[in-house]
């Protein structure tokens, strides 16, 4: 989006003119000031040279809410509303539907009405596809694996030298996208990393897996978008594991008890844990909740909860040892790794406001 906005909009067009749409809509953070400003104006030049035809491309401007990026509560920002996750997925109950489902059922609309199943995709897909039509299956094909073909855009930010984003072929090693970063700072063991925070714990003992969907899963872990967060020896795993069970109770949106309870719950007791005052109850306690977490859920936030809190738990028992002994680690401050940019020269900026988010998505004074 930021340096060929044009394949973006080319990939739309493709995937609109095989499931015959004649309106596409690109949901975009507001923030993403550039990005929106590109996908717009390639939008519209491909547009006056009649590469379009009669599609209607519209760009969405969105919160900077986690579960924006959720496919079903993508569709309700589409239409004018918060992120909060639909029950039925896109292809049965999609944009702008006039039938009513689910907890809407009985307010308007009703047999007459449409459903409009839609098609949800991201963006990296779609810039694919652009290069597959112009070059064929085979060429895409020849890099990557079997079951994981092609090139997957990787980001990784954290305890490495040059933080950076990086296309890679499917297949690569994990330890050599990390070294294309640096590697580890003089001085310094690399320790774990984290798929987005959405997947288990990566041990660095494992750092020699290929980055492929298959292989991701066949060690109980998933790739996600390929954005990676690398924590070294400094890193005591309690407080990382405190910051982003904080991170997606405050990002729950509430629709389902289960989650936001016991998420809250989750990130009060590891945030207790990790400034020292932790127990054997409080592990019971933590253990329940990880069981609970995941109840009649309508988006995956309770399962993302679930695999980071109980892999830090069960891969790093020394880190959850110490707190329990009274010696945590030296203290080290820990930011969830919630970008707000990063340059060609490897600098990261986080978002940082977000240590000052609510639980209702409202900000406290700073």
Request: hydrophobic letters at 45%; a negative charge; aromatic letters at 6%.
């Amino acid at each position: 989006m930021r340096l060929d906005p044009y394949r973006v909009i080319e990939g739309l067009a493709l995937a609109a003119f095989c499931v015959d749409a004649s309106a596409a809509y690109i949901g975009v953070k507001r923030s993403f000031a550039v990005e929106v400003a590109n996908l717009r104006r390639a939008a519209v030049e491909l547009g006056e040279l009649g590469i379009l035809g009669d599609l209607v491309i519209t760009i969405v401007e969105g919160p900077d809410e986690y579960l924006f990026g959720e496919e079903k509560a993508l569709l309700e920002v589409i239409e004018g509303r918060d992120p909060l996750p639909r029950s039925l997925p896109p292809y049965q109950h999609g944009l702008f539907a006039t039938v009513s489902m689910g907890w809407e059922a009985g307010a308007s609309g009703g047999a007459a009405g449409a459903s409009n199943p839609t098609l949800v995709n991201n963006v990296e897909t779609l810039a694919a596809a652009t290069h597959i039509l112009a070059r064929g299956a085979s060429w895409y094909r020849s890099m990557g694996t079997v079951d994981s073909p092609g090139t997957v855009i990787a980001t990784v930010v954290g305890d490495v030298r040059t933080p950076g984003v990086h296309e890679v072929e499917l297949g690569t090693p994990f330890a050599e996208l990390v070294e294309l970063c640096g590697g580890s700072h003089p001085g310094r063991t690399l320790k774990a990393a984290f798929s987005g925070v959405s997947n288990p714990v990566l041990p660095a003992t494992e750092f020699g897996v290929p980055l492929s969907y298959e292989a991701f899963e066949a060690i109980g872990n998933g790739l996600g978008a390929a954005g990676f967060a690398v924590y070294d020896d400094t890193a005591d795993m309690v407080v990382v594991a405190a910051e982003m069970a904080r991170f997606l109770a405050v990002e729950s949106c509430g629709q389902c008890p289960p989650c936001k309870r016991g998420s809250m719950g989750l990130a009060d007791l590891l945030t207790a844990m990790s400034h020292g005052s932790a127990s054997d109850s409080q592990l019971a306690s933590i253990e329940e909740l990880l069981r609970t977490v995941t109840d009649s859920n309508r988006c995956f936030l309770g399962t993302e909860v679930q695999r980071v809190v109980s892999s830090v738990l069960r891969l790093f028992p020394e880190d959850v040892t110490a707190h329990l002994e009274g010696r945590p680690m030296t203290e080290r401050d820990v930011l969830v790794p919630k970008i707000a940019d990063i340059s060609a020269a490897g600098t990261v900026t986080f978002d940082e406001r977000h240590r000052l988010k609510l639980p209702d998505w409202t900000y406290a004074d700073p």
